[in-house]
């Protein structure tokens, strides 16, 4: 069995809910295990991985990996928001997995509100994690299409296309299909310019 494995999906497709319900299992199996999650992911308590489905579990907050190892009793380390840590914490993960007998589940985006990929996420694919891609519907009402997409909009309700790549907090995104992305993102604005 691989014992690095991402798990991607877009914003609400119940990634947290997952992880929550995985920890859960292992532990009721014996298996001691470990959540992790992002220090820049502040959106609820500060100690707690928290779906929308309403689950949570007590995490350990930290803000990277580098220097950071599992307990000798772990079995399964879960890490939530993974696309907000570094490459090189993936790398931390890539020793840990090769070097103890332990599983290592990420659970994170692929990619941003502009079509690009997460740096920590494009070092999973690098290093050959386990994908699994979990599967939500485009966001846009009526559209029944796979949603790989963002779209991140201000407060008047306009398509942001540039800015941070990580900005926290998902009340200004929907999660969408490639063909709704590609209307919005690339929409003829009023003034008649072509957005990028
Ligand atoms: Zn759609």
Redesign the pocket.
Known sequence: MANLHFHYGTMGCSKTAQLVINAYNQNKNGNKTEIIKPKIDNRFSEDKVNSRVGISADAKVLSSLQGWSPAPDTKMVLIDEIQFFSPEDIDTLVRIADSKPIIIMCYGLMVDSNEHIFPASRRLVEVGAKLHRMES????SG???L?THHLRFDSAGNVVREGAQIAVGDSNYKS??R??FNMFYHAVEKDGRKGR
């Open positions: 519907t485009c966001q846009i559209c029944m299409h949603a969408v299909c063909k709704h």
